[in-house]
């Protein structure tokens, strides 16, 4: 990039998930441009973004109090005669549009995840305080097209959007509302960006969609869009998430088999293990389903690492389906997961539904729940203590001399190391796990 000083600040801050990540990458490099570089203190800035969750009630609390403070600085700036602009953008701005701005006058702009290569009118409109700034309609090939995608990344790793959108409509979940049908981008176009990616860098790539798994590009599915991603020079590892079970098809189990660059990680919600809840979920699936599944992901690639993510509490569930919950997961022995109480998002089907579970008892749930999941993430990361594992060197670790990656399972490790390793694959001898992260030292480096 050949950026000039840039002349106005731009603070953006992301909630909820990596499609978000994503997203607020992408905001910056359309507003790079416009003269517009990346602070991280929100007082100094010009223009603020906030990048926004609907998922559960407290992400979109936490929005709502982040604008109070925001307030506080547009006033300060104005009165020391600067102006801010405020933007919400996300899943937010798309579920509760206009709304937002009556709750919150300092807001100047809302706009929705298909609407951000718009940003440059809605800013001009904007400062000119007139017209119509709320753009939340859908188009998503309008995005995909009109963003930059010729990117600086900032790392030897990186998010690349394949599909957006949901059809699957479980009934607790916001995201079809907010993010529109499912939407796959063409191969080609994934391919030249990956391309770019890798020569300027990049040496993992972790493919993202709402439901990564149900991308079609006119009949050719995920597992042929990771066979040619595979080919691309310079790419050491493909991930993909999220994953839905139902689209969890045969070609993309074989090529957790055969395809080299392909990670041995699985990120595959199951939200419940009880077939009732889910039938009442509408996930379109059964326990046994999914059990079936594991089983076939793993005759495919043994060492697969399985996560998931958990809902207590979801209206109706009794003792005996969360007992099946710990059942299914005391099955499969998760590497790691995200679980979380339900929470009823205004909208839903769920969320009219009877039988709305006390909140005590949901806390009471998860704690068991994260309990067991959490002793399965010790042993899964315990067991890799004396193992030599190939870790991607990504940064400077926490302390002085350290180096730190991830190892194909995604977990977090740390060595002695010099910097100049970054963005190598090493051979990483384990010498002790922790909860969230393992230790080891580096193993027969190649020195000549
Ligand atoms: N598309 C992905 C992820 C969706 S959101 C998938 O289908 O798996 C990420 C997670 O948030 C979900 O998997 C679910 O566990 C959780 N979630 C979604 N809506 C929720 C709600 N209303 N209450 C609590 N958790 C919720
Ligand atoms: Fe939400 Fe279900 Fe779609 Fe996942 S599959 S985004 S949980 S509706
Ligand atoms: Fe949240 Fe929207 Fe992602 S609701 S989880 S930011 S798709």
Partial sequence: MSDAAPEKRLYIKTYGCQMNVYDSERMADVLRPLGYGLTDAPDEADLVVLNTCHIREKATEKVYSELGQIKRLKAAKADAGAAML??????VAQAEGAEIRRRQPAVDIVVGPQSYHRLPELIARAHRAAGETLAADFAPEEKFDALPTARAPDGVTAFLTVQEGCDKFCSFCVVPYTRGAEFSRPAAAIEAEARALASRGVREVTLLGQNVNAYDDGGSGLAALVRRLARVPGLDRIRYTTSHPRDMDEALIAAHADVEQLMPYLHLPVQAGSDRVLKAMNRGHTAEHYLRLVERVRAARPDIALSGDFIVGFPGEREADFEATLQLVREVRYASAFSFKYSRRPGTPAAAMQGQVADEVKAERLERLQGLLGEQQQAFNRAQV?????????????????IAGRSPYLQAVHCEGDLGLIGQVAPVRISSAGANSLAGELAAVATA
């Fill in 386 to 402: 004396g193992c030599v594992l190939p870790v991607l060197l990504e940064k400077p670790g926490r302390r002085e001399g350290q």
């Fill in 86 to 91: 405020v933007a919400v953008a996300g899943c």
